[in-house]
């Protein structure tokens, strides 16, 4: 079992960067695929990006195409810690953003497969 506690988030004017972190508590935190998502006002929650682990070493990575070139994911396995940073935002990229541990590498765009979810971070880009 992990607890996933989330930081960092604010506002920001579009074309800047920005950076969540999402610190793991709990046991083999480096062994769990770490999937982030968001919900903007009036949508359905969606995929942005995951990390999979490969023997509790980072693995591959997967963005959406919203944010591919954009978004990084990013991992600090010795601080139990994943970051999202997030540069050249848009106004569009406003939302509640969640990070989220599971154990599924097949399964990582699917939120059900993950049972861990981080309390949720509010990002505000404005024009």
């Known amino acids: 079992q992990v607890q996933l506690a989330q930081s960092g988030g604010g506002s920001v004017q579009a074309g800047g960067s920005h950076r969540i972190s999402c610190a793991g508590s709990?046991?083999?935190?480096?062994?769990?695929?770490v999937g982030w998502f968001r919900q903007a006002p009036g949508t359905e929650r969606e995929f942005v990006g995951a990390?999979?682990?490969?023997?509790?070493?980072?693995?591959?990575?997967y963005y959406a195409d919203s944010v591919k070139g954009r978004f990084t994911l990013s991992r600090d396995n010795a601080k139990n810690t994943a970051y999202l940073q997030m540069s050249s935002l848009k106004p569009e990229d406003t939302a509640v953003y969640y990070c989220?541990?599971?154990?599924?590498?097949?399964?990582?765009?699917?939120?059900?497969?993950?049972?861990?979810w981080g309390q949720g971070t509010q990002v505000t880009v404005s024009p």
């Open positions: 990390m999979l682990s490969i023997g509790g070493q980072n693995g591959d990575i």
């Open positions: 989220a541990a599971g154990w599924s590498s097949l399964g990582y765009k699917d939120q059900t497969k993950y049972p861990y």
């Open positions: 709990g046991r083999n935190f480096p062994a769990y695929v």
